[in-house]
């Protein structure tokens, strides 16, 4: 059988490598921190408060040409867009009273090219419930 | 805090405990009884202490609790007579505080109490209003050890060195309206029958970033059996030093204002200032000196 044959399903092939392969190159060349990374609030349920600074370092070459944004969880608007490096640090004001995931995605695509934590802790833990009523044992 | 010694057995909640030279502890106590005497507090449904700083609302306790260890510096200005004649002292010290509830039951330690360690039962839970009776409310010292019998070679020592320790049986009700919290209690000696004690107390907090900011006004009632135990001279207890005094009843007042900011998922630091004034019916007794208690406290902990 002649190559020819093949050539459609190669290139299609081919196509589907490079297509599924890319987020996950992509993600191994840009690595995502915040600092601090973890908030602390005197007692559970508190908002905690903090200022925290991410910083990304894409690999030599990588993304040069894509736009960027940071995102903050169950929040579409992201905090900040850029081109390529132009940018590779964001100041951001934490505010919250539970742990955030944040993202790296490029403005065209959903999918988080990298992500990282920032954990809200407590020095008092809260053992209290929330239940009304006499109590006999 | 809490100190102990050979000769007395004392929790000192208001300020930690604090590292002092034994001869001195005992002047350290005093103080401190006068501040939990005439003190208002902050802890709630646990010590108001606790619960204005916590600024949570009313809920039912959960099983569980914390436990903390730290370092304190503090200031006292104490209105009891003592042998060197100073009624300011500072130092550094041990502060050692904690809570556990288990099914209602609970112990309370909290540094910064007015009402020392407090040992009850929580009851009854309504959406502003939590409810508890109090089995064992104590501080105070116990100096003595000789038989009363035998009498002492130093008696105006033994007015200047006596007991105070309280042990208090009764009620407590606290009010939580969000950031604000009020609490009253009643309770009577089960120790040696020395009184009825009751206070009236009110904690308001802020948050301001992680700041915690608190404050307290208190007023404290003392029956004239309570007051006669720990500022009284009997007319068999009168020296030429300390003549026979009979306080009445009496109300004190006080105030407070501190703030605990979180250093780290298990560090804490706390300070606080708190001031009471000494009714005059009180103060005029010949076993105090001043007419008002102050100290400022501030301490880091560990929290488990």
Known sequence: MSIHLYRPYLATLLLLILLSTAPILSAQEITLEATPSKCVALHQGQMCYSTVTFDWQPQKGALAQETLCLHEENIDRPLACWQGKERLSFEHHFESSKSLHYFLRLSTDNKPLASTKVSVAWVYKSSRKSQSGWRMF | ?304
């Open chain 2, 1 to 304: 805090m809490m100190t102990i010694s050979k000769h007395l057995f004392s929790t000192h909640l208001p300020s930690s405990a604090h590292l002092l030279s034994i001869h001195r502890l005992g002047y350290f106590i005093r103080g401190t009884l006068l501040g939990l005497l005439f003190a208002s507090g902050i802890c709630q449904a646990t010590d108001i202490a606790q619960g204005v700083r916590e600024g949570s609302g009313p809920a039912t306790r959960g099983d569980g609790g914390y436990f903390e260890l730290g370092v304190s510096a503090y200031y006292f200005h104490t209105p009891w007579v003592n042998d060197d004649e100073d009624s300011d002292q500072y130092g550094l010290g041990i502060a050692i505080g904690g809570a556990y509830s288990y099914k209602g039951f609970f112990v309370e330690a909290a540094q910064g109490t007015y009402d020392g360690i407090n040992l009850g039962y929580n009851f009854l839970n309504t959406q502003n209003w939590s409810f508890d009776f109090l089995a064992s409310s104590f501080y105070g010292s116990i100096y003595k050890e000789e038989d009363p019998q035998e009498g002492s070679n130093d008696p105006d020592r033994d007015l200047m060195y006596r007991d105070t320790f309280y042990n208090g049986a009764g009620f407590r009700a606290t009010g939580y309206w969000g950031n604000t919290i009020f609490q009253y209690r009643l309770v009577t000696d089960i120790h040696d029958d020395n009184g009825i004690t009751s206070s009236a107390r009110i904690g308001q907090s802020w948050q301001l970033r992680n700041w915690n900011f608190h404050a307290i006004l208190s007023s404290d009632y003392h029956s004239q059996e309570a007051n006669q135990y720990w500022f009284g001279v009997s007319e068999s207890e009168a020296t030429e030093r300390f003549p026979a005094y009979t306080p009445p009843e009496a109300f004190s007042f006080s105030a407070e204002i501190g703030v605990t900011y979180p250093i780290a998922e298990h560090w804490v630091w706390r300070s606080y200032v708190k001031y009471t004034g000494i009714p005059s019916s009180v103060s005029s007794s010949p076993v105090l000196q001043g007419d008002h208690t102050a100290q400022a406290i501030t301490t880091i902990n560990y929290v488990f």
